[in-house]
């Protein structure tokens, strides 16, 4: 029975397989009178904007006829029309976007009828056509935004808050840049750029600080007596790009020291010293803090009670320090919260380490958006309980003297601190002289007692950043890819390498 049912079976197959190739011989003999319609046509959008079409091939076809629409039908605004497409690709460009958009093909042959319409209907993605907002384009109470509208058309600016709408003229059209007045000062703002009711780039920016209600410091001013004479938490505004020297400043009450305009930096050449008394807040924004090669350290509390609660640094520029960016070693003296933020951190001296906090207390640091080059014997010594997060910064060529001292980027000993490294490029850390030392490298074994959080770093030309506790897991703090600095040795760090420039790695201001 088993046999006899087999054969039945077999037989019925083959019966189905010769109907089946009987009725594909028919399919691909007969004659019709025109071309079968293009198959499987689809569109998928490419950088926001660009959207590539394909097609299955049709027999016969010589050519294609693509028509594009504004639109989710052919009943849309024709928009574009290309004859002779001999391929089954189109790649459109600069599209606007958020927009639907409708794409049919037909099939064109030769001693035959075109064939019908194939459509298929699709959107662009949001679209960014706003530039970069430097530092240099936004002031207290305007900004310039500026953008490439890659031939499409643009006419207002929205700005919220305030419900702020302006309309592009024509000059601003053609330049592809607006100045955008009647802003509050340190206020976070989104910008959107439309075309009608096309959105097409959105952006945010901080207004610069408002120097209407700060002390005004202008060219051959004795800033160092006025300082003394201000009273608690004053604000000083410099009118200029001006140079005033202080010396060894002793910290005795709040302030806020900051460049009327963050395009006119002023420069403040000496140190800020403790005072034996806790200071509540200690601000610096958009100067430049130069310790002309002969002051040790910029910010140094080591002395008996001295303390600040509250210390920024934004937007500034700090170089030519001998030993230390700060200091302390005492230990009824203490650092509050301390940030970095978009700071340029150059040239600071071999003969300490950068951030030195040895004894007291630092309740948290944190360096955000930060380049730091040139020179440092160790970068990070934290033997106290703090919270130190380091995220989007660039470090180069730091770490490399041979020196027994040079226990590299970071120490921090005590076991209930916490250390976060993220987003962070490392080039140029130590130097081929130090192989095989432990000098130059991430951490020295036992250095780190401190919880530690490592995300999306990367690391090149680094000889010895390994040669510490790292030596068997490196993998885990940070990976090895070149970002193809522009000139490194010349300070332009902006980023070359495309997995970088894609994943927002290091320092902002470098990434185009």
Known sequence: ?????????????????????DQSEEITTSVYDRLFSPTDLRGIVQGQTNIKFDWTAVRGAQSYVIELYHG???????YKTVEG???????????IGSTPYYCRVKAVGEGIGESLWSGYSISTAAEQIFLKVMETDVEANDATLKWDAKGNPVTRITLTPGDITYTLTD?????????IPGLTGETEYTADIYYDSSKRGTISFKTWIDSSSATLVNEGDDFKTMLDNGTEG????????????IGNYSLKKSVRIFSASPSAKATITGRFTGSGSVVSSVRFAGV???????????VDINSAGSGISTLEFESCEIRNYTQRLMYNNNATASY?????????????GAGGDALDFRNGTLATLSLTNTT?????????????KAEVSITNCTFYNICTVADSNNSGLFRMNNAEGTLTVGQSIFYGIGSDALVGTTQGVWARSGNINATTNYSQNYYFSSPNLWGGMYADNSSAVATELDPKFVDAAGGDFTIQAEDMIYAKIGDPRWIQ
């Open 171 to 179: 000059e601003d059209i053609a330049n592809q840049l607006a100045n």
């Open 288 to 298: 430049i803090l130069d310790g002309a090669e002969s002051q040790t350290n910029m």
């Open 72 to 78: 989710d039908s052919e009943a849309g605004t024709l």
């Open 372 to 384: 730091i080059s040139n020179g440092i014997r160790s970068f990070l010594r934290c033997q106290i």
């Open 85 to 95: 497409v001999t391929g089954t690709t189109w790649l459109v460009e600069n599209l």
């Open 336 to 348: 509050g919260n301390v940030t970095f933020n978009n700071c340029l951190i150059d040239n600071i």
């Open 1 to 21: 029975m088993k046999t006899i049912k087999y054969i039945a079976f077999l037989g019925a197959a083959l019966m189905f397989a010769s109907a089946c190739s």
């Open 234 to 245: 004053q604000s000083f505004a410099f009118a200029s790009a001006s140079t005033f020297d």
